[in-house]
T-cell receptor
């Protein structure tokens, strides 16, 4: 079983739709949860991060973590063609001894059509 | 130049060639990373350097040899590669590896697309 599972898509939606992107994980030690966005022919860039459970909102983006279900989500409201990209979830356990290895999902490719 | 710069952007090499990938960061960070990105697979951590010292080697075959002469530069020397090594190689940097990972902020370059024939 992979530590992090993510549907590769592609997920195609019309402009203005609400998008839900999800990841499940198996390691209950994960405490930090991130979403990276990767445009075609570019490197990933951090979009949002959350610690432990709960919601975090930033503009049109909301990140949600449900540790009891080992499930994280990224919601995009009023999606735009410029949101078309691959979205990678990433997570890590807490460590006070130094390096904390990020575990990535495979990424979900999102296509928003005008 | 700003951010993380990788060269070359594209590289085609035969299995007996020797080539190198270069990464330079202009962010004043102390940690640098090499990741491998293959289609339909998660980002795979290869090496980590913190203050020029290698701190992680994720069981990478010896045909990949990293070098970090200073905190701003990172190289990946390639020798006797296999076709399955064809992938996008991403360099990243962060303030250091001891910073609260809660921000999770790795700054990535645009990658070097490697094709091994």
């Amino acid at each position: 079983q992979k530590e992090v599972e993510q549907d590769p898509g592609p997920l195609s939606v019309p402009e203005g739709a609400i998008v839900s992107l999800n990841c499940t994980y198996s390691n209950s030690a994960f405490q930090y949860f991130m979403w990276y966005r990767q445009y075609s022919r570019k490197g990933p860039e951090l979009l949002m991060y959350t610690y432990s459970s709960g919601n975090k909102e930033d503009g049109r983006f909301t990140a949600q973590v449900d540790k009891s279900s080992k499930y994280i989500s990224l919601f995009i409201r009023d999606s735009q063609p410029s949101d078309s990209a691959t979205y990678l979830c990433a997570m890590s356990p807490y460590s006070n001894t130094g390096f904390q290895k990020l575990v990535f999902g495979t990424g979900t490719r999102l296509l928003v059509s005008p | 130049e700003t951010g993380v710069t990788q060269t070359p952007r594209h590289l085609v090499m035969g299995m007996t060639n020797k080539k190198s990938l270069k990464c330079e960061q202009h962010l004043g960070h102390n940690a640098m990373y090499w990741y491998k990105q293959s289609a339909k697979k998660p980002l795979e951590l290869m090496f980590v350097y913190n203050f020029k010292e290698q701190t992680e080697n994720n069981s990478v075959p010896s045909r990949f040899s990293p070098e970090c002469p200073n905190s701003s530069h990172l190289f990946l020397h390639l020798h006797t590669l296999q076709p399955e090594d064809s992938a996008l190689y991403l360099c990243a940097s962060s303030q250091d590896t001891w910073t609260d990972i809660g921000t999770g902020e790795l700054f990535f370059g645009e990658g070097s697309r490697l094709t091994v024939l």
